[in-house]
């Protein structure tokens, strides 16, 4: 029961009224209260707020750092590699750093659309100076990287057009980095450079968004030592390369050929190594990373891989600049022995024959004709890198004049002419590309400067190219306005589809979406012959659409060969981002630039859409109804 107690009984010995005994949330200890601060609940501006409530709180809040070294990593996760753990630092600073970094990066990449935005795909389009604009701002080069992977990994139906340029941007600060990668490594002494950290870098630079690192690649190389290391344990329990440590090159060749033995058995026969001979010219059999993945590939990278694993058993192994077919030589003469070498002291190794050994006349059969000693010499890592661009740099030119083809090719010469900046053919094809594809045009004054100063016999190419090129900067700065096409004008009535639709081709089946139109086919009396338009029921006096293909494609259909898709979905097209902000379910919603240019395109997307899923639901009733009909029957 509880007991009462009275006023006098609660007067102490001096008979005054004791206090009573409140707490405030700023007397609790600073560690409470950074841990509630740190609280994954709280963002940064209720930190803000917080701190503004009393100086209290504010020293709690920017004292030791802790509350925004946590606010910092919550919202910046990926940023943590770049410190040290319990690495001290302002964190407020670096906040508001990487905060003011995503505001500019984000403004910038919103502006490209605005001016570099064409209703026609330009192939291989470059946004030139936007990147530099990118630097130039001098901000920490991973806060904008991170800002643009931020953009890229938002709603994936929303923002089209911004990841689409972040991707741009991204493609090229990515391949800045890589290329003064390359030019440090190429600094290096040559016997300090690996041939794998180079042909790691070549595909860096052609992949900048993929995920590639020579220490990913390296892990790689050491569980399949690991599986070489394995076998030879079976044979040879005490073979030197076994050691934890190893023994460096080794000197006996019993041993050399017991390495190269296990290693063949692993890579050709454990795990199924192999020339690509039905698809030779695709690129990724020159990429380090995809040669891992899918196990097979060229001459030169099979011949890299081999001769890196090779190496790091003790078996010392030589690029051999083949003709047609790039080898591997293995000296058969003791290291350290004076006498003048001769092709007939080595073995050959053909990585891409499953590791062959051939002697130097067998090498002759690889391709059919005899060649000179040279040819048996061994070369360095620099001249391997050039041979595996080159390699690229064919591929490009037998493209099919496609974005992917242009872009293999572009970078291909970046990566050449880093290599070797004085070689006057590449140089000019860089040019003519440049020029042909409409883009760069300071930087291909900037080239021909270069070509004429290293060979002024090419006055003549580079004097045309020089003239033009005047006149596409001149063009530049007086830019045609672009047309604007109204569906209510009177030429325009028998256009029946509207940019941002989700069609089916009748005749060829493919998927596309719309994403500009014309009244009549404007294509040349040459195109229209060779595409049989004649043989249209309409011929060419019909509306025609631009349309972006699910196959990446970009054509021009004729509106009898178009009908609205059923089961509209997404278009896996490259370029979706540069005319669509957003994917709404069954059609895209064109960006600002595109309604522009169709400014009642949009209103009659929707009507479209509404009149489709109404027929939709008046069939689905009436199936439904049948169906009842039929069981009642």
């Known amino acids: 029961m509880a007991t009462s107690v009275s006023r006098e009984e609660q007067l102490n010995l001096n008979g005054i009224l004791p206090e009573p005994q409140t707490k405030k949330l700023t007397d609790l200890p600073t560690e409470l209260l950074e841990y509630i601060l740190c609280f994954p609940a709280l963002k940064h501006v209720d930190v803000c ?5 009393c100086k209290r709180l504010h020293d709690v809040c920017h004292g030791s750092g802790k509350v925004w070294g946590n606010q910092y990593k919550l919202r910046w996760p990926r940023l943590q590699r770049f410190y040290r753990q319990n690495e001290s630092c302002d964190w407020l600073r670096e906040y508001k750093t990487r905060h003011r970094v995503g505001i500019q990066i984000r403004r910038t990449v919103e502006s490209i659309s605005k001016r570099f935005f064409t209703e026609v795909p330009c192939v291989g389009q470059v946004l030139g100076d936007s990147f530099a604009e990118i630097e130039s701002l001098g901000m920490p080069g991973h806060f904008c990287e991170d800002e643009l992977l931020f953009l890229l990994n938002s709603d994936k139906r929303k923002n089209l057009t911004l990841k689409y340029y972040a991707k741009k941007i991204l493609y090229f600060l990515r391949q800045q980095n890589i290329l003064r990668s390359l030019k440090s490594f190429l600094e290096q002494p040559a016997e300090q450079q690996s041939a794998l950290e180079g042909a790691v870098l070549v595909d860096q ?25 394995k076998v030879l344990r079976l044979k040879s329990p005490t073979h030197p390369s ?70 790091r058993l003790g078996v010392q192994l030589e690029p051999v600049n083949f003709p047609n077919h790039f080898l591997l030589r293995w000296s058969q003469r003791p290291r350290g022995y004076d006498a003048k070498t001769d092709i007939t002291d080595f073995v050959y190794i053909d990585a891409f024959g499953k590791g062959k050994q051939l002697t130097a006349k067998e090498c002759e059969y690889l391709i059919g004709h005899q060649v000179t000693a040279d040819y048996y010499s061994s070369i360095s890592t620099t001249e391997v890198l050039l041979r595996m661009v080159g390699n690229l740099l064919n591929i490009g030119k037998r493209g099919e004049g496609n974005e992917k083809s242009y872009q293999l090719l572009r970078d291909s010469l970046d990566l050449y002419l880093t290599i070797n900046p004085d070689n006057v053919q590449y140089l000019l094809l860089q040019a003519r590309l440049y020029f042909h594809l409409g883009i760069w045009p300071e930087k291909v004054l900037d080239i021909l400067q270069h070509i004429q100063a290293l060979d002024p016999s090419q006055h003549g190419a580079v004097g045309y190219l020089v003239q033009h090129t005047l006149e596409h900067i001149q063009h530049k700065k007086h ?53 049989r338009v004649h043989q249209l029921s309409s011929g060419a006096n019909q509306p025609f659409y631009n349309v972006l293909v699910q196959d990446g494609t970009c054509r021009y259909a004729a509106q009898e060969n178009l009908e609205p898709h059923s089961s509209p979905l997404e278009i896996g097209h490259p370029e979706v981002g540069r005319y669509f902000s957003l994917f709404a379910e069954s059609h895209y919603v064109a960006n600002e630039e595109l309604q522009t240019r169709y400014p009642e395109d949009m209103a009659e997307t929707l009507e479209f859409k509404i009149q489709s899923n109404r027929l939709q639901n008046v069939i689905h009733r009436h199936k439904h109804v049948v169906e009842v009909f039929t069981v009642f029957f």
């Open 49 to 53: 707020n917080v701190s503004c409530c």
């Open 205 to 229: 630079y052609c992949n900048p968004l993929a995920d590639v690192t020579l220490d990913g690649v390296s892990l790689q190389l050491d569980e399949i030592g690991e599986k070489v290391k």
């Open 242 to 311: 076994l050691r934890a440590t190893g023994e460096g090159v080794l000197e006996d060749l019993e041993l050399q050929r017991q390495v190269l033995c296990a290693l063949n058995a692993v890579l050709y026969e454990q795990l199924q190594y192999k020339g690509n001979e039905g698809d030779y010219y695709n690129p990724l059999n020159s990429y380090i990373h995809q040669v891992l993945l899918r196990r097979t590939g060229i001459p030169i990278s099979l011949s890299v891989l081999y001769m890196t694993l090779a190496g």
């Open 479 to 531: 830019p045609v306005t672009p047309e604007v096409k109204r569906r209510s004008a009177p030429e325009h009535l028998e256009v029946q589809f509207s940019v941002g639709l989700i069609m089916k081709h009748k005749r060829s089946g493919y998927n596309c979406v719309i994403y500009g139109w014309d009244p009549k086919c404007t294509m040349s009396q040459e195109w229209i012959t060779t595409m």
